[in-house]
Every structure is written in C-alpha cells, then in structure tokens.
C-alpha cells in the first residue's frame, strides 16, 4: 500500500541470514539510549527491507515507538506525501508544540488551510514534534525507498536527521546505492550474500531442493536474497529452469524496467543471447559469433550501448558480461517474443559444440513441432546428467525429449523416466504431470514396473493414498521376478522393496511381505535388514541394532546417498537414530527435500524416547508447514502425528484432540496401522499420566493384548511399559507379568538398546514387593539408561513410592527428587505433580516446597537474576536477549535452579522467592 505508516507491532524478529555485522549496529544504535542516524544501502532485492523490518520489530518488542513511512513513485511528486504518512500517527503530540509550530504542521499535513509554512519553521515543528513523542519511551524513525520520498518531506527529514542527537530517536532509512546519504548518518552497504549464507537461505525457505537445484539456484542468483526467494521455487517446481518464467517483481520493475524498455534492438539481442547463454558462457566471443550465425552482426557502437545500459557490467573474466541483478536476465527473456526466443537459441545451438549438452538443450528449445534425432540426442544429455547427479535437470530434459517424440511407445518409456527422474529430485508436480501422461500398456515389463513404482510413489506421498500401491506392487513384483539380473533391474528391485518395507508396516499389510518374498531373497544384505526390522519386529529384529551398526560401519562412502533411505527407516525401526547423527549430517549436504523430510521425521521419532520434547514439536511445526507448502500430504500429515507422542507424555488432551481432528484424510479412524497405534500409545500415555489407569489399559491392550506381541504392532516398544504399569495399577499383575514374559520370549532386549531398558523397566515395575528394588537398580544398571528420560523418570516415580511405603524416607525422595527434575524437563505437569505428591507422602511441606530444599541462598547471583527474571514471567528468550545469552543456555540454568529452590516448574518460582525474601 502506497506510503502505508504502521504504529503495531512489526512481523517478530526472525533470523536474517548473513547479516549479522548490520544488524549488530542497528540493534546497538536502538539499545544505547542516544540520537543516533542510520542509512542501509544496497541494491533492490538486496535485503535492506527485511533489515528495517526486523528493526522495527525488536525496537516494539523492546517498548520503543516505532513510526515507519515507504516512499513511493506514486506519491513522489505530491508535497509532503512522505512526511504525512510518517507523523499522522503522532499527531497527540502536537499539543506540547508552540501555537506557531502546531499551526505549521497542521498546514503541512493538510489538516488545516492557509498559507504554507516556511521550510525551517516546518522541519522546527517536526523536531519539537518527535521530541515531544520521545519523551515518554524511545522513538524509531523507519523510513524505507528514500529515493522515492518527495523532496519537501526529504528536506525536513534531512533537517531532523542532523539533529538526532538531541533526541532519544533512532532516525532508520534505506535507500539504494545511487541515492547519496545526507550528512550525519552511518551508512551500512548491504552486498550480496556469501554462498554459505545463500545456501542457508535455500536450506531454510527451500529444503525440497535437490543439490544439483540449489547449485543452479546459488548460481544464478549470486547471492541477492530476493532473487534467491524467486528462483527456488521455479526451479525447484519442475518448471523448465530456464528464468523465462520469473516475472519481475514490482521494485525492480521500477528500477530496470526503463533501462530494459530502452534498449536498441541490436542491444537488446546482444543481451538476449547473453542471457541464454547462461552463467558460463557469458563471453563476448560467444554472443557475437551467435549472433554471426543467425545472420546478426553488432557493431561496436551496439556493445558500448549494452555496457552504458546499466544492465549488465564486464565480469572478472576478461570478454564476460555479468548482469547486475539475477531477476534482470528473467525479466528480458520473459518479455521477449517466443519465436525470438527459438530463433536465439537456435543461434546458440549453431555455435556450441555437438558434445556441449547445453548444445541438444538449445536445439530442443529452438524447434516447435517433433524431431525424434534431437529427442534421441536430448535422451542420451539426460543419461549423462543423471550420472552427475542432476536428476532435476534431467528430468526436465526427458520430459522435452518425450514432447519431441514421434514414436509412442518410446514418447511414454521418457514420460516414464522423467517421473523417475523427477521423484528422485524432489520436482512432485513435474512428476505427476508426467507420470498421468504415461499409455502403461505400451511400455516393456521393465518400464511397466518402473511406473507402477513411481506412480504408487507418487500417489502415497502426494495424496497419502496407500490403496494404489497395495493393490499395485503385487503384479509389480510378480513381473519384476520374471526380468533378467541387470544393474537397472537391481536397482528397481532395491527400490520397490524399499517401498514394501516402508508400506506393509505402514498400512499394515502383513501380506504384502509374503508377496515379496522371493525377491526379499535376491535383495542386497541392507534391504533385508531393513525388511526384518519391520517385517515382524519380535521375531525377527534379534540384534537389529548391532546389525545396522555393522551395516553402517562397512558401508562406503560412495553409497551412503543410495542407503540413506534404507538406513534411515531401520534407525527408526530400533529406535536408534541419535546414534548416527554424523552419518546424518554427511548425508544432508546431499539431500533431496524427500530425504531432508524422512531425516527430521527421525529426529522427531528419536527425540520422543531422548526427551527433547520441546525440539520436536519445533521440528514437527517446521516440518508440516514445508510439506504443506509443497503439497506433499503424506509429510504433512505424518509431521502432524509424530508430535502426537509430546501432547500424549504432556497429558495433553485439548492438544490430542485437535490433532487428530487435523488428519483430514486420517481422521475419524481411517488413519493406516502404525499411525492409529501412535495416536492410541500417546492415548495411553496421556491416560496414565492424569491417573486414569483403566483407560490407559484399554488403550494400551487394543494394541497388543497383554502377553501377545502381534506382528501388526511394529512399534510394541513404546506402548509395552505403558500397558504393563496400566495392568499393575488396575490389580491385573498377572496380565503385566505375561507381558513381560512375552519380551522375554521375544528377545527383546537383544534388539537395541532402548528396547532392553522398556523390558528392564517393565519387569522393575511388574515385580512384587519384595523383589521391587532389586529390580528398579537392574533397570537403572541397563547401559544408556539416562538415555531414556520419560520410562527411567516413571521407574523412578514408582521406585520412590515403594521406598516411602517401606519407610525409607532418605531414599524415597532421592529417587522421587530425580523423578521429579526428569518431569520438569520434559514440561509434563501431571506426572511432575505426582512426584510432587509423593514427596509430600514422604514428608515435605505442601505448596511444592519441600522442607530441606536449600532455597534462594544456595543460588549464585546469577542464578539469582534468571530466577527473578523467570517468575516474573519472561520466556526463555527474553532473559537470554537480557542477560546476553542464548534460551537453551537459560534452560539449562532453571533446570538446576529448580532444585535449589524446592519447585518443580516456572509456576512456583515466584513463591519460593518471597519465602526466601
């Protein structure tokens, strides 16, 4: 909106990337209490804008007055345009101004009539005004586009911007570079982004992007943030990633649209072949013999016209052209006649060499009906990208390649490889598209099985439907036993047996497995790992762990990309993820958006049973917004349900309900097998923390019946406590006792390490009372048991009431006190108020306080200040942005400061403070 002013609170202050140093002194020239004056310069699309927005938004949310103004070219020629916009908000204030100086300004902004102020008694009034407004709480001047402010408004700032000083203001604007700096400000040049920070930007806004994506992103973008934000999703959505299809955004437009407008023809092909020539090839040597070849020749005037446009400038590269701004290059293809177009690459195709595959890419371009040698060539282009590892690009390429294709059965066996291709680098619309196009049945068995793959593929993860491939990999595996052993069959056989692994336990499917048999035997030894880890978990995952470590420990590194899936699926499978977060953060650099995806759903899966709680739900958050903006439903609605398990150990129950009624597709009990379990074990959960036992047992039995481990439950490991402390706490010991019989018989402590601690911890809880503390120290003798925070605190729990009951008080509260801090971690207020309640039996003092708890005085100073700053209500990270330091280091400071004090949590902070007082 044309020069909008805000007095509300600016968007929250979220990371800008790269741009620390900047923000550094902005956020020093807020906080020091002087009149200060800043100018960010830079480009358009440069980041100015996102830097005054975070400004803004820090100085609201530390009690300044924030008054902002945009200039714009609409209102450049209207007087005082800019200064009406900025001080209408401030207009209270004009009572404390002389009548001279209230009359001034209320001619200036048109609220009344008369003769206009002179110059200096207006820029008088508006000092005394903003002195006025500051007198209460500090001032933030925001003045963004100051090129296009009308010079009357840009006079009297000008006027207020020497005098900062005198005032509590921080006077803000931004301009670009040509748009000289009045005197008295400091002046901030923004630059492009480093190509670490641009790819943390891409990483950020961007993570579906395949790395082959992200380096042409990277590439042509050159670090412009805006830029970056416009070509990813381009790029990245299938579209052909040529940047014909960028429009360029209205700033810009306004900066490079008349430099564009004016161009000569013959300065305009110059820069059109340098356009599509790409990055590397930028060369003069090139345009001009691509311009000989389609009968064009430029002048030396017409260059010096291309170098005076302000366009382009001459790179580092002696001959080479680089434009000024990425989005520059999109906006002169997109406004450039498609039959220029194919004529300009058809010159490049001219002048490239036969074996250069951007040669076949612009030959493709330049031709409009079908021509089988250029698909031919096209085909063979992809292959070779493919083996680079530029699925994307490749998949681009097979898609034109099948348009040029006269043939049918061929045209559908490229449709079919550029859905492989596609899927493979994160393009899902391209993909689709592709794969709908496809007559099956005039494909060869091999490239039918292919497209059932990639179609059951597609059809899970875009729609969550798993009706399609289960009624498709039967046939798909039936045919795929029938093909000769060649490295493609290989691979599609490693591939499919993949998506078996992932589906039967999914859905819950066991027939899918007998189905998949025979190929089972002729799959590589990772994949049959990864089928016993889920096939039928307490029959054949025996040393599951110990397996995947050997696995990982003897795999090249050359094949950690080709195993990711396999590897990260069996992880999750014996809980074992955070055991190869270096594997993991190797693989990222590499990852598709798919890959990313699966890697946070592990984190999540692993930071349940770890207790990091409060990181899955951010990673959850993170992970459903993603997939949803990229309309992938499966992600999103597996995202969702991943958090079910921190609402079911929080007892949650609002939080349970809402999410269940989120599942669209999934809800109402149509959510497949494993997913019904998670949401019932977080039922579970949730019922034994609030104390009702009997709904704990119902819903713990209706996933594996006390005593019965069926291959159905794959994820039994975390609802097995739960249904055995259910049983005892019902009177059923004798159902808990089969259970944890039925472990035994399992092996169950010899599939990983946090299986063993579940059984150790359910037989500690199943025992009787004579045999109860001996049991309890077994389970906390289990190496890695502290691993396991939310079983080990409830073994505790149970441990210390056992001890008070056999009037061991000492001991009791030990282990209650432990109980108790582990809660507190993990933010479940009902089963720390348990804790509470036990200490309490054992002879503490109510109100949470517990008589021996050391207090206030055991607290350094400060510990002392976080405590004070914390009962007062302030977050995390508000004390860290107080006291200088990061919200994770405050929290490690409150868990110990918890004890001390005798509380369980923030709420009896301030209570345990005045007593102390």
């Known amino acids: 909106m044309p020069g909008r002013t805000i007095e509300t609170p600016a968007p929250s202050t979220s990371e800008l990337v790269g741009r620390d140093a900047p923000w550094a002194v902005l956020r020093e020239a807020m906080v020091s209490g002087t009149g200060r004056a800043l100018w960010v310069s830079g480009q358009a699309g440069i980041g100015k804008t996102a830097l005054l927005e975070r400004a803004a938004a820090f100085a609201h949310e530390h009690g300044t007055r924030v008054v902002r103004v945009t200039g714009t070219e609409a209102e450049f020629p209207l007087a005082f345009a800019g200064l009406r916009h900025l001080l209408l908000p401030l207009r209270s204030f004009e009572t404390a101004l002389p009548p001279a100086q209230r009359d001034a300004l209320r001619k200036a902004l048109e609220l009344a009539g008369g003769e206009p102020p002179s110059t200096l008694i207006l820029s008088s009034s508006v000092l005394g005004l903003l002195e006025a407004a500051a007198q209460d709480r500090p001032l933030l001047l925001v003045v963004d586009d100051v090129q296009w402010i009308d010079a009357s408004s840009a006079g009297v700032l000008g006027f207020v911007q020497r005098r900062t000083e005198r005032l509590r203001m921080t006077m803000l604007c931004a301009a670009r570079p040509e748009h000289p ?16 920070d641009a790819l943390r930007v891409l990483r950020q806004r961007h993570p579906e992007l395949s790395p082959s994506t992200r380096r042409r992103v990277l590439q042509d973008a050159a670090g412009h943030p805006l830029a970056l934000v416009e070509l ?80 382009v400038a001459e790179g580092r590269v002696p001959g080479a052209l680089t434009f000024r701004h990425p989005l520059v290059r999109a906006a ?27 040669h076949v890419i612009h030959l493709a371009d330049s031709v409009t009906g079908p021509d089988d040698s250029i698909a031919s060539a096209l085909d063979e282009a992809a292959r070779r990208t493919i083996r680079r590892g530029g699925d994307p690009e490749a998949a681009t390429m097979l898609a034109r390649a099948a348009e040029l ?3 049918p059965a061929e045209r559908h066996r490229r449709l079919t490889e550029a859905a492989v291709a596609a899927t493979r680098g994160g393009l899902t619309d391209l993909a689709a598209r592709t794969i709908d196009g496809v007559d099956r049945d005039g494909l060869t068995p091999f490239h039918q099985v292919l497209h059932t793959y990639t179609l059951s593929y597609l059809r899970q993860n875009l729609s969550g439907d798993f009706r399609t491939p289960l009624a498709l990999y039967p ?43 025979a190929e089972l035997g002729r799959a590589s030894e990772l994949t049959r790992l990864c089928a016993d880890l889920w096939r039928d978990p307490p029959r054949t995952a025996s040393h599951g762990a110990d397996r995947l470590r050997a696995a990982v420990a003897n795999l090249p590194a050359d094949a950690e990309d080709e195993a990711a899936w396999h590897l990260l699926w069996s992880a999750i499978a014996v809980e074992a993820f955070g055991e190869f977060e270096e594997l993991w953060r190797r693989t990222a650099d590499r990852a598709s958006f798919a890959t990313s995806a699966f890697m946070d759903m592990g984190r999540i899966s692993d930071g349940v049973v770890r207790g990091r709680w409060d990181h899955c739900l951010t ?128 092996r169950m402590a010899t599939i990983s390490p946090y299986h063993a601690f579940v059984l150790a911890a359910a037989e500690a809880i199943a025992a009787d009372e004579t045999r109860f503390g001996q049991a309890c120290a077994a ?58 309640e036990e200490l309490r039996a054992a002879g503490y003092t109510p109100a949470g306080r517990w008589s021996d708890a050391p207090g206030a005085a055991a607290l350094t100073a400060h510990e002392l200040r976080i405590a004070q700053l914390a009962a007062k209500g302030w977050s995390n990270k508000d004390i860290g942005t107080g006291l200088g330091m990061s919200p994770r280091t405050v929290g490690g400071h409150l868990y110990r400061i918890f004890p001390k004090l005798g509380v369980a949590s923030r709420a009896g902070l301030a209570e345990a403070l005045r007593s102390d007082g």
């Open 181 to 196: 700096a009045t005197d008295g400000a400091h002046v901030l040049d923004l630059g492009p982004l480093t190509d670490a």
């Open 232 to 311: 990813a999703p381009l790029y990245g959505a299938g579209i052909r990633p040529e940047p014909s299809q960028v429009p360029l955004p209205e700033r810009l437009e306004r900066v490079f649209g008349a430099q564009l407008r004016s161009l000569t023809p013959a300065a305009r092909r110059i820069l059109l072949i340098t356009a599509l020539a790409g990055s590397t090839g930028r060369s003069r040597a090139l345009v001009l013999a691509a311009l000989a070849s389609s009968g064009r020749r430029a002048t030396a005037e017409d260059w010096d016209a291309v170098l005076t446009s302000g366009l």
């Open 332 to 358: 002169l293809i997109n406004s450039t006649a498609p039959e220029d177009l194919r004529r300009a690459h058809g010159a490049l195709a001219e002048v490239l060499p036969p074996d250069d595959d951007q």
């Open 405 to 407: 294709t006269t043939e």
């Open 475 to 517: 046939s798909a595996l039936r045919t795929l036993a029938t093909l000769p052993d060649t490295p493609s069959t290989t691979a599609l056989r490693e591939g499919l047996l993949f998506q078996v692994a992932f589906l039967a336990p999914y859905a819950g499917a066991p027939e899918l497995w007998d189905t998949a048999a």
């Open 619 to 746: 990673l959850a958050e993170q992970g459903r917004a993603s997939s949803e903006a990229h309309g992938v439903t499966l992600n999103l609605l597996s995202f969702r349900t991943l958090a079910v398990w921190v609402h079911g150990g929080r007892c949650d129950e609002a939080a349970l309900s809402t999410l269940e009624r989120s599942l669209g597709p999934w809800a109402d009990g149509k959510a497949p097998r494993l997913v019904q379990d998670q949401i019932t074990g977080a039922r579970a959960w949730s019922a034994l923390g609030r104390g009702d036992f009997e709904s704990a047992y119902e819903l713990a039995h209706s996933i594996t019946s006390a005593g019965s481990l069926p291959q159905e439950a794959v994820q039994f490991q975390r609802s097995f406590l739960t249904l055995v402390e259910a049983a005892v706490r019902t009177g059923r010991r004798d159902q808990a006792l089969r259970h944890v019989e039925a472990g035994r018989a399992a």
């Open 779 to 836: 389970a906390y003798a289990v190496p890695g048991s502290d691993r396991w925070p939310f079983e080990l605190a409830r073994v505790r729990l149970a441990h210390g009431a056992w001890l008070r009951r056999r009037r061991k008080p000492a001991e009791a509260v030990e282990q209650l006190l432990a109980a108790q801090a582990l809660f507190a971690r993990l933010g479940t207020e009902p089963w720390t108020r348990r804790a509470a």
